[in-house]
Structure formats: structure tokens, C-alpha cells
């Protein structure tokens, strides 16, 4: 609740003060991040629409079947899955209160998504070498623009992670760091369901 409006000596209104519950009402910052996962959808879903309308586009070009290696891929989506599960474990632990294995399952979260970042990188290093750029396709630019989109979520991501990981070990696990880390988890596994219609629409449809 507020303060009631004070006149000062002058007869001018005070300005009005508001109690600390009043500042960050209950669910607020899950409601926002809903929101801004919605709106993150909203940019996926145009990505997939267009590659959807342009990936058959080759411009006698190379082909997803010419270019994808199905098992690098499958094994990147190894990685992505297990980081889910692991950030799992770390969210299991905080709930225990315990910091040291959050932190533990926290980072082995973190290298799984470097893995990730990392063998995806190699692959887009493979592709411009051989020549397969975006601007040499509407299906290779349709196809960077996706999965490169992505990739800059999962390095958003990995920041993120770096960042709680730093304020978890300083503050601990009080309710401020586990509304923060709640909002992780929710982003890393939505990433993670993008990730298999990625595999799923992009490299198992390409190759065939």
C-alpha cells in the first residue's frame, strides 16, 4: 500500500512513496518473461515461415542433402538436450538450497552449451568453405538466418549463465537469484523445443 499524499509547508503535494511489496508484485517477472518468450516466438515462427517458403530455393545451388552432416548434427542435439537436463539438476539442487552442486550442474549446463556453440560454429566454417554463403542461396540465406538466430540465443544464453552463476556464489540462493534462475530455465528449454524443430524441419527434411 502507499503512503497518503502529505502537503508540504507550502501547500505543495509531496511526492508519494511506495512500500518495497508494491514494487515487484508476486508473478510479475514471470508474467513479463512469458511475455517476452510469446513475442520470441513470434520472431521464430517468421524464420520458419520463410525458410518454410524458400528452402526449396537452390538457385543451382547446393542442396541441404549436398551440405548437411546429419550425425555432427544429431550429436550437437545431443548436447543442447543433455545441457536441458542438467539445468534440471541445477534447479533440483537450488531448490535444496544447496549452492555448491547448483553451481556444479550449473557449469557442466554451461559447457554442454558451448559444445553446442562450438560444433555449430564448425559447421558454418565447413559451409562457407565450401562455398555454400548466405548470399549464394535464398535456401542458404534462409538457413543461416534460422539456425544462426538461434546460436545468438544460446550465446545470450551462456552469458546469462556465467552471470548467475557469479551472483549465485556471491548472494546465494535467496529469492531474487531463484525467480532469475526460474527465468533461465524457462528460456534454455525453449530454446531446446526450437532446437528439435530446427533438426527436425530443417536438417531431417533437408536431406531427403
Given at each position: ?23 515487484h ?20 515462427a ?37 545441457s536441458?537436463?542438467?539445468?534440471g ?41 565450401e ?34 552463476m ?17 527465468c ?25
Amino acid at each position: 500500500m502507499s503512503q497518503a499524499p502529505v502537503q508540504s509547508a507550502d501547500g505543495a503535494e509531496k511526492p508519494v512513496f511506495y512500500l518495497k511489496e508494491d514494487h515487484h508484485p508476486e508473478n510479475g517477472t514471470s508474467i513479463g518473461f512469458w511475455l517476452y518468450l510469446m513475442s520470441d516466438c513470434l520472431i521464430f515462427a517468421t524464420l520458419f515461415a520463410t525458410y518454410a517458403v524458400v528452402g526449396r530455393s537452390y538457385a543451382a545451388g547446393p542442396s541441404g542433402a549436398d551440405l548437411f552432416d546429419l550425425k555432427l548434427v544429431a550429436i550437437n542435439t545431443g548436447f543442447l538436450l543433455f545441457s536441458s537436463i542438467t539445468y534440471g539438476f541445477a534447479m533440483l539442487e537450488a531448490q535444496k538450497k544447496k549452492i555448491n552442486t547448483t553451481l556444479i550442474w550449473l557449469a557442466i549446463t554451461g559447457l554442454f552449451g558451448l559444445a553446442f556453440l562450438g560444433l555449430e560454429l564448425y559447421e558454418f566454417y565447413h559451409l562457407i568453405h565450401e562455398g555454400a554463403t548466405p548470399q549464394r542461396s535464398a535456401f542458404l540465406s534462409a538457413f543461416f538466418a534460422l539456425v544462426g538466430t538461434h546460436g545468438l540465443h544460446v550465446t545470450f544464453g551462456v552469458i546469462w549463465l556465467v552471470t548467475l552463476m557469479v551472483q549465485v556464489k556471491k548472494f546465494g540462493l535467496h529469492a531474487e537469484n531463484m525467480r532469475r534462475l526460474t527465468c533461465l530455465s524457462m528460456f534454455w528449454h525453449f530454446l531446446d523445443v526450437i532446437w528439435i524443430g530446427v533438426f527436425s524441419f530443417v536438417y531431417l527434411v533437408g536431406v531427403l
